[in-house]
């Protein structure tokens, strides 16, 4: 702030006589006068009516008489011995040139505003620490959520209100590279979120931009042509979804599981021997193929499975180590190749490892010890050189004790062991692994479903006795029987009661038990979901593909239950 002295400037003076009259008056004072008469020998209150003329040499605000407020100094003056004061007025509203200039930003900004306002795209804007800066009308419309909901929060703290649950902004901010994601939102929108990170010019991260766009129409498009386009792969090829579905990345936000995952990849490339162990559909057979997967050696065989708890005991030897012609009665012409064979170079996966018959053991122990065995009725031994990953439910150092498993099979599996934990024991996986069984069915059954937040928290509260596999199948269910776009916690507990008899949710852990027996709640489910199908399938050769039966075993069923 300086003083102005110039009458030029966009600020006045004016002497007054000791009884504060105006005797003289600056430029700036003139534009406002039409002649010097006007305002000459008026007293200065005439002009400045709440002006104190006791108060000297200290600024304080005064009004003009349009209104204008100024700030007023006043000093004393001795002039040829005449008492005089000065008024200095100091005008602080800005100078013009910076006035235009705030003009011009400010319409550019409402400019840009109406800009992004007119875009079908969602426009989402962040600081460096994720707090939300700027939103789009198009987001709001596409997000249901209000302004006040948003505008000064953090996405972290969006993200575990389940507001916006896949923020793609915080991976943005995580990552410090761009980022897409595919979010859902409240009416079923799939959208396709482009995040990207905005530095300064000192390479420090500033903000945060994403760009939503609605594919949910592209995506319906998509769909039907990857549908037709899969009908004729499958007609071809055995293609199956389970495949597909094994080539997704896993889901690994629990600290246990990372150190899991980061076990098995270390182990990858080396063939020492793996036992995993874990309840029921906790992700076994998927690490076992992660393993597999991610060795890379080069021509590398295969990845053998067998379920040792599924062949018959007295096909076991055979179907494991092959044999030759006429070992038995009905034995191949040319013998037959065992999976051992089969697996050489790549990996044999024995899964329910704990069912394998005991008289089964002490030959599978001797192939591991001295790496190679004899097909049934064979004299020639065979190399065996394939890296074995063997699994189980259940105890297997109780089976050891019980003497139901040999203790020495199982110290020969037991060189590198992975035990995967339950899904409640690693509940950060649960929101991420829903997203992604969602995201697979949404896709294999053209759908835009979604899950509520409620419906998120219950998923956190349940048991997961069945762990991942009943996450999926529930997924699979809600989403086949919803007929909105949102997934809520009545139709989760609806399809947990139809598949199980004892559901157990949150803390209550309620059992609810019925009269049914399982083959009538089978029965029951199957006609659901054969209803559901019907109705989205444009016709009954759809509909068995879908539903994996043929349109005869359909036509059956159609009349079994009367639709
Ligand atoms: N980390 C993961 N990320 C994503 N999906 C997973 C993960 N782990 C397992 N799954 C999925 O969970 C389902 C069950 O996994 P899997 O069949 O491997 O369980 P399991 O423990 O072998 O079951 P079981 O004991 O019945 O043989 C599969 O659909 C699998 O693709």
Request: glycine letters at 6%.
């Amino acid at each position: 702030m300086k003083v102005i002295n110039n009458d030029s400037m966009n600020m006045g003076y004016l002497l007054t006589d000791d009884k504060y009259n105006i005797i003289y008056f600056n430029k700036y004072f003139k534009k406002f006068v039409s002649n010097n008469e006007d305002i000459l020998n008026k007293k200065i209150t005439v002009y400045f009516q709440d002006i104190k003329l006791d108060k000297k040499q200290e600024m304080y605000p005064v009004k003009y008489i349009d209104n204008y407020v100024y700030y007023v100094m006043i000093e004393e003056l001795k002039l040829y011995e005449h008492d005089l004061y000065a008024f200095f007025f100091y005008d602080f509203s800005l100078d013009s040139e910076l006035e235009k200039q705030i003009l011009r930003l400010n319409r550019q900004q409402y400019l840009y505003n109406e800009m992004f306002n007119k875009l079908d795209d969602g426009i989402y804007v962040t600081d460096e620490e994720g707090s939300t800066q700027y939103v789009n009308d198009a987001f709001i419309n596409l997000s249901g959520l209000t302004r006040d909901q948003i505008i000064g929060k953090t996405v972290y703290d969006l993200r575990n209100h389940n507001i916006l649950p896949n923020s793609c902004c915080a991976k943005v901010i995580e990552t410090r590279g761009p980022v897409s994601t595919i979010n859902n939102y409240y009416k079923g929108q799939r959208c396709l979120v482009s995040g990207s990170p905005i530095f300064d010019e000192k390479g420090k991260l500033s903000k945060t931009i994403a760009v939503i766009r609605d594919v949910s129409e592209l995506d319906i498009l998509m769909k039907n042509i990857a549908k037709e386009e899969n009908l004729f792969i499958k007609s071809k090829n055995t293609y199956n979804a389970e495949t597909i579905e094994h080539k997704k990345e896993p889901v690994i936000n629990n600290e246990n599981m990372k150190i899991i995952y980061n076990k098995a990849q270390k182990i990858a490339s080396v063939d020492s021997t793996v036992l995993i162990l874990g309840e029921t559909g906790v992700g076994k057979d998927f690490i076992a193929s992660y393993i597999y997967n991610t060795c890379n050696w080069k021509n590398k065989g295969k990845f053998v499975k067998i379920n040792c708890g599924a062949v018959p005991e007295h096909l076991l030897e055979s179907e494991f180590f092959g044999y030759e012609e006429g070992a038995f009665t009905g034995a191949q012409k040319g013998g037959k190749k065992g999976l051992f064979e089969e697996a050489n170079g790549g990996v044999l996966y024995l899964d329910e490892i704990g069912d394998m018959p005991y008289t089964l053991q002490v030959k599978l122990l001797s192939s591991l010890n001295d790496r190679m065995f004899y097909r049934i009725g064979g004299t020639k031994p065979v190399e065996f050189n394939a890296r074995i990953i063997a699994a189980t439910n259940v105890d297997l150092k109780k089976l050891v004790d019980e003497k139901k498993f040999r203790a020495d099979l199982y110290y020969r599996l037991n060189v590198v062991r992975l035990i995967i934990p339950s899904l409640r024991q690693r509940k950060e996986d649960i929101i991420h692994l829903s997203q992604q069984f969602l995201e697979y069915y949404n896709n294999k059954y053209g759908k835009n479903c979604y899950f509520s937040a409620g419906c998120l928290e219950s998923f956190l509260g349940y048991e997961w006795p069945g762990n991942i596999r009943e996450m999926k199948n529930i997924i699979e269910r809600t989403v086949l029987m919803s007929d909105n776009a949102c997934i809520d916690t009545g139709l989760f507990r609806e399809n947990l009661m139809n598949g199980e008899n004892i559901v157990e949710v949150s803390e209550n852990k309620s059992v609810i038990l019925d009269n049914k027996s399982l083959k009538e709640k089978l029965e029951e489910y199957e006609k659901e979901i054969i209803e559901k199908t019907l109705l989205l399938t444009k016709n009954m050769k759809e509909a068995s593909e879908i539903l994996g039966i043929d349109i005869s075993t359909l036509v059956r069923k159609k009349q079994k239950y009367k639709m």
